[in-house]
Structure formats: C-alpha cells, structure tokens
Nanobody, 124 residues
Framework: VQLQASGGGLVQAGGSLRLSCAASGRTFSRYVMGWFRQAPGKERDFVAA????????YYADSVKSRFTISRDTAKNTVDLQMNSLKPEDTAVYYCAATAFNSNYVRDRRYYDYWGQGTQVTVSS
C-alpha cells in the first residue's frame, strides 16, 4: 500500500490550500482515510477523516467549517481543502488509512498506513 501526499506550501493567513493523497496498492472500499498533522515539538493530531465507501466525514473541532475532506473513488484520491488558514495550522500533514471501524477515526494508533507528509506553512 502506498499513500502519496501532495499540495503543501506557504500561504498567508486567511488563504487556502488543497492537499491531495493518492492511494494505491489495494482496494480501499472498507477503509477510512484520514488526515493528521504534526507541528514541531507536538504530537500528531487528527484533522479529518472520510469513509471510503459512504463518504461519511469527521473533523477536529479546530478545523470544522474551514476544512473539507473529500474522496474520488475513481481516481483513488482523498483531498483536504483548507480555507481561512491560520498560523496555528502550520504543520506537516499526513494522510493515512485504517481498516478499523469509524469509532477509531480520531486515534492515530489505529491507522495502518501512512503517507510521507507534506509541509503546510501559514504566515501571519
């Protein structure tokens, strides 16, 4: 299984970025796809997740109403649209996949596969 994240960069506060995660190597129909982020010196935190089959979404409170997660089952990609970015959103963003049920989507310990991470920097 391979997860390839892309789309990070430098943006001013209030701006937008779109991250994309390309998934390959297996069928993900029973998986939950997630985005996590890790700022320097901090733990890797949950950002958003989506069930591959039904498209049910989950968000951290800190990004709700600003970020939108979506998936394209034909292209095997999961995107994270980030709007109204704040300096505190600065982090390395990772996409991940878990075969566990949706009760565990916010817990990074239940994710089986991880992408390499992409840097997002929001300047004030």
């Amino acid at each position: 299984v391979q997860l390839q994240a892309s789309g990070g960069g430098l943006v001013q506060a209030g701006g937008s970025l779109r991250l994309s995660c390309a998934a390959s190597g297996r069928t993900f129909s029973r998986y939950v796809m997630g985005w996590f982020r890790q700022a320097p010196g901090k733990e890797r935190d949950f950002v958003a997740a989506i069930t591959w089959s039904g498209g049910t979404t989950y968000y951290a409170d800190s990004v709700k109403s600003r970020f939108t997660i979506s998936r394209d089952t034909a292209k095997n990609t999961v995107d994270l649209q980030m709007n109204s970015l704040k300096p505190e959103d600065t982090a390395v963003y990772y996409c991940a996949a878990t075969a566990f049920n949706s009760n565990y989507v916010r817990d990074r310990r239940y994710y089986d596969y991880w992408g390499q991470g992409t840097q997002v920097t929001v300047s004030s």
